[in-house]
């Protein structure tokens, strides 16, 4: 089964986070990279290259003037007197009810979520082929193979079609299920990581054509706390359309491949044409989020769960951090999926 991915997408390496008010190192490391590789490698997974796919299939799921601001807002901040290395902001609209500010640092507050995705120099590019390889996966499951995994990075589930958040820029796992719309009337993406994807359902909010599930950590008490709760369905004709299943905090394998179940049955009912897995690995007892306790043979469970689903699946890249066991995480869910037998 192939795997995609571009080294470009190693490049973005963003130094600031802040966690309850406190600096520590952003963990979306570009080390993460070396780890997805080896799982992928160790599952039996040929990695190749996408190819540059333009902005068509980003701009099928985001907003002109936010892409814009992506690609040119470094070079901008830059130009301001005192400016940091990283463009961070500083202020946001307390609801997106004024006008759309001109300067840099307005549209910064504008467009990013939070302080955890700080964009850089290497960004827009990191971010641009890290969504042609969730495409390029696509394409290889349109052109007939039963799967692919897209090594995405940065990830994508936080980034909404105006806003960044959560070291997201881009939205890969919406752009491949848009990609997956040129063939398929219905896709369906089940996101497992550890946190709600926020991003993804909101840009699916309001559609009938793709069904939005994710299990997470009860967003009650975690990231990213707005959103995810089991009462948020979607909204006029995508109303039924989105499905979340908050898990308690610690919630271990048992209690994840229970909620899958209840995942599946939803799924079932909307009777996609295809699959989008939003697999992050950072529901991990070990992932240094400490948010579920998911073990590594879970994964694999999980893995051979979705498998069972029997559709066209694109695997996307979300979470996952630095620990002993990412690449072993990442092999079982693959192994468990099917690697080895396609
Ligand atoms: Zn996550």
Not at 67 to 94: C, K, M
Not at 97 to 125: F, K, L, R
Request: overall charge negative; charged content about 20%.
């Amino acid at each position: 089964m192939k795997a995609f991915y571009a080294e470009e997408q190693k490049r973005h390496d963003p130094k600031a986070f802040l966690s309850s008010g406190t600096a520590q190192p952003n963990p979306e490391k570009p080390e993460r990279v070396e780890r997805l590789l080896a799982g992928a490698l160790s599952a039996g997974f040929t990695i190749e290259r996408p190819r540059n796919h333009g902005l068509g299939p980003v701009s099928a799921v985001h907003t002109p003037e936010y892409l814009d601001f992506l690609e040119h807002i470094y070079t901008r901040w830059q130009r301001i007197d005192g400016a940091s290395a990283e463009v961070i902001p500083n202020i946001h609209p307390i609801a997106r009810n004024g006008s759309y500010p001109a300067s840099a640092v307005g549209q910064a507050g504008y467009h990013m979520a939070d302080t955890a995705c700080p964009i850089s120099g290497e960004t827009w590019q990191s971010a641009l082929w890290s969504a042609w390889s969730a495409v390029g996966a696509a394409e290889a499951v349109i052109s007939g193979a039963p799967a692919a995994y897209a090594l995405c990075r940065p990830p994508g589930h936080h980034a909404f079609a105006d806003v960044a958040g959560g070291f997201c820029f881009i939205n890969n796992s919406a752009v491949a299920a848009q990609v997956l719309r040129r063939t398929a009337s219905r896709v369906a993406i089940l996101d497992v990581d550890l946190h709600h994807g926020n991003g993804t359902q909101g840009i699916f909010y309001a559609r009938p054509d793709v069904l939005t599930v994710s299990l997470h950590a009860d967003p009650v008490r975690f990231y990213p706390f707005f959103w995810g709760h089991a009462d948020e369905r979607g909204e006029g004709p995508g109303l039924g359309y989105n499905f979340n299943l908050p898990l308690p905090r610690k919630s271990a394998d048992a209690a994840f491949l229970e909620a899958l179940a209840v995942a599946f049955q939803r799924i079932r009912a909307f009777s996609p044409d295809a699959l989008v897995v939003a697999l992050g690995l950072d529901a991990f007892e070990g992932d240094p989020f400490g948010g579920l306790s998911v073990t590594t043979p879970g994964f694999s469970r999980i893995g051979e769960a979705i498998a069972k689903l029997g559709l066209p699946t694109v695997i996307v890249q979300e979470g996952g951090y630095l620990c002993d066991e990412l690449s072993d995480n990442l092999t079982a869910f693959l192994t468990g999926f099917g690697g080895k037998a396609r």
